[in-house]
């Protein structure tokens, strides 16, 4: 109803009737301007028009904010990039890799523990790892941390983890792949 009273330009506010013009962002409606109309001095032909012109002035504004804040949402997330890469090139150990990337990005909420490990061997389709070693890690209280632990104390399900990607585990205690 709402659209259709939009687009006829017709609409009744706190008991006065006004004039409308659509605001529209590439054939979608996404508001309105709605304007008191005077029944006594209605508005005139190229007042209306003015209305229409203002109502793309505003929608264009919109999008334009939307735009803007979309690209320092990813001129932020950038330079947060460039940072963790120049944190990672003067690191000097694991530690300070692993500490370059928890602080920095959602790695940092690991609330439990933030472990990171290397295998054994290199890992490809024909060749699977048998043992991790831990080279760095980040607990919330202190954990005591093995030398090294086999492949299969992780991975419940064969290749569901350890795949060559990055692998994100939110709650351990009930990831099917653990």
């Known amino acids: 109803e709402m659209q259709q009273a939009i687009d006829q330009n017709e609409l009744v506010m706190d008991g006065q009737e006004v004039v409308s013009a659509p605001l529209t962002l590439r054939e979608d409606v996404i508001g309105a301007l709605a304007i008191y109309n005077d029944p006594e001095n209605p508005l005139s032909m190229d007042e209306l028009e003015l209305v229409d012109s203002i109502s793309d002035q505003i929608a264009l504004a919109m999008e334009s904010a939307r735009l803007f804040e979309r690209t320092q949402t990813a001129l932020s997330e950038t330079e947060t990039l460039y940072a963790i890469i120049a944190e990672m090139n003067e690191a000097r150990s694991y530690e300070d890799i692993l500490n370059a ?68 585990l939110e709650d351990v205690t009930t990831d099917h792949r653990l």
């Open 101 to 168: 990337r928890a602080q920095r990005t959602w790695l940092g909420r690991a609330d439990q523990l933030l472990l990171m490990g290397v295998f054994d061997q290199p890992m490809s389709s024909s060749l699977t790892p048998e043992w991790i070693y831990p080279v760095a890690h980040r607990a919330a209280a202190r954990v005591e941390i093995a030398s090294r632990y086999p492949l299969t104390a992780f991975e419940a399900r064969p290749n569901t983890l350890f795949t060559g990607e990055p692998v994100i």
